[in-house]
């Protein structure tokens, strides 16, 4: 009978910084990637993100790797909703759009007087 799989917490954090790494390159190249194997990657990283990680690993895997904060926050968003998300950045983001579709607004007005 084959001995049954140990994770060390250290290898368990290893797993889960090189699939975040790996997540993070391929989110962030320009180059054409195969679907199957982008979902085999997400899957792997969310069983590893599963895992017992200890909260400061995680944390530091969450702060470095935005797509793995994502894929994270995704995982989370009935127990949580965006909590990870800057609040400043979507703030700022929805006063830009505002502030883009008023210029719209007042483009057509002087257009149809």
């Known amino acids: 009978m ?13 797993t889960a910084v090189a699939l975040a790494h790996l997540l993070e390159r391929i989110d962030r190249s320009g180059d054409p990637i195969d679907g199957a194997q ?3 990657v997400v899957s792997r990283l969310k069983s590893a993100l599963a ?3 200890p909260d400061t690993a995680l944390a530091a895997v969450l ?5 793995t904060a994502e894929l994270y926050e995704n995982m989370h968003y009935e127990l949580s909703g965006l909590s990870r998300s800057s609040l400043e950045s979507a703030v700022s983001a929805e006063m830009q759009t505002a502030e883009l579709l ?7 007005r002087t257009r149809s007087e």
């Open 2 to 14: 084959p001995a049954p799989k140990v994770q060390t917490p250290r290898s368990v954090v290893n």
């Open 38 to 40: 982008y979902q085999i």
């Open 51 to 53: 895992a017992n990680l």
């Open 63 to 67: 702060n470095t790797y935005p797509s």
């Open 102 to 108: 008023g210029k719209f607004t007042l483009r057509r």
